[in-house]
């Protein structure tokens, strides 16, 4: 059963940086067939995909956020991370982590749905 | 960047009836990359349909998406009361991927 737990400080002040940890289990973050999310939600709002890394290390980045983020994998503890500079009170949600499948139906592959996902941590900025 | 609006805000369904959530589109989503979730209280989310309308595993076939270009659906037939939650729609055909608002479906 493939699980995934985010870790990381539930308290983090203005403009310091956020840094949380998703570790996974059953199943290796250094397999080509999954690609690995970062997804937020401000309480009471909807959900805002932050970015992925892949096992080779490439990234793609929400323009929004591209210039404040930084994602990494590690494959020999089986986690991959997330790193985001220059918080704000904005930036206060739940921070999900995810696994994206990569799908090659026709000899074509993609990804960007996202199954299964983290429980979640709650990530408040504030001093 | 490609906007999803969900409709209903709320929707209200006895036991046995048939829901309809709709998420629309404001540009053409490619190869109908759009996959919805449900998400409960205190839960993450998890994926019902991607693909418009591949169940994902362990989805009990009352639920089932349909739709192309900038217009999809999802619907509950014969919905339970364990199917009260919020459902997002999610493109995945166009960067950055984008989420719906969400549709709070009371049973």
């Known amino acids: 059963q493939v699980q995934l737990q985010e870790s990381g400080p539930r308290l983090v002040k203005p403009s310091e940086t956020l840094s949380l940890t998703c570790s996974v289990s059953?199943?290796?973050?250094?397999?080509?067939?999954?690609?690995w999310s970062w997804i937020r939600q401000p309480p009471g709002k909807g959900l805002e995909w932050i970015g992925y890394?892949?096992?080779?290390?490439?990234?793609k980045y929400s323009p929004s956020l591209k210039s404040r983020v930084t994602m990494s994998v590690d494959t020999s503890k089986n986690q991959f991370s997330l790193t985001l500079r220059s918080v704000t009170a904005a930036d206060t949600a739940v921070y999900y982590c995810a696994r994206d499948p990569v799908m090659c139906p026709d000899g074509n592959c993609y990804v960007g749905y996202f199954d299964p996902w983290g429980q979640g941590t709650l990530v408040t900025v504030s001093s | 960047e490609i906007v999803l609006t969900q409709s209903p805000g709320t929707l209200s369904l006895s036991p046995g009836q048939r829901g309809t959530l709709s998420c629309r589109a404001s540009h053409d989503i490619s190869s109908n990359y759009l996959a919805w979730y449900q998400q409960k209280p205190g839960q993450p989310p998890r994926l019902l349909i991607y693909?418009?309308?591949i169940r994902a595993t362990g989805i009990p076939d009352r639920f089932s998406g349909s739709g192309s270009a900038t217009d999809f659906i999802l619907i509950i037939d014969r919905p339970e009361p364990e199917d009260s939650a919020v459902y997002s729609c999610?493109?995945?055909?166009?960067?950055?991927?984008?989420f719906g608002k969400g549709t709070r479906v009371e049973i």
């Open positions: 059953g199943v290796s973050v250094s397999s080509g067939s999954f690609f």
């Open positions: 693909g418009a309308s």
């Open positions: 890394v892949n096992n080779n290390g490439n990234v």
């Open positions: 999610q493109q995945y055909g166009g960067s950055p991927w984008t």
